[in-house]
């Protein structure tokens, strides 16, 4: 829809490939199961969490690099305090589910649902903003 909406920018190419390569890696997330938390990693959960790390490290990168490259779109200018703050919280959810890990009785999991909820939030902003142009 960014693509739609801004054209063909080289600007934008490297963040919407690195939201495209969250987009697949998540998907291949739904076909490989994660071990259960306590037991020795398997190869399925060692992929899962080879591509879990693919898909947040892109995500968070495409989120930072996007919002960074809407700045100079007038459009986008007014949604992109709202993304790029949603950018640094998905940052600051990273940050402290690498400190918390993902071991039983840590707050991990909590971390890793609060990046989740603000890549969410920066999608859902994002569209909202381009359905707005479109009606504009």
């Known amino acids: 829809a960014l693509r739609a909406v801004l054209g063909d920018r080289a600007r934008l190419r490297a963040g919407l490939a690195l ?20 037991t020795p990693l398997q190869r399925s959960g060692r992929i899962h969490i080879a591509l879990a790390a693919v898909a947040f490290l892109a995500v968070l990168s495409g989120m930072v690099v996007t919002s960074r490259r809407l700045r100079a779109d007038a459009r986008f200018a007014p949604a992109v305090p709202a993304l790029a703050g949603l950018a640094g919280v998905a940052l600051a959810a990273v940050v402290l589910l690498l400190h918390a890990g993902l071991r039983g ?12 909820a603000a890549v969410l939030a920066w999608f859902a902003v994002a569209a909202a903003w381009i359905v707005r142009l479109g009606s504009a």
Request: aromatic share 12%.
């Open 105 to 116: 009785h840590s707050l991990g999991a909590l971390w890793e649902k609060a990046f989740l």
């Open 19 to 38: 939201l495209a390569a969250w987009a697949v890696a998540s998907g291949l997330l739904a076909f490989v199961p994660d071990d259960p938390a306590g």
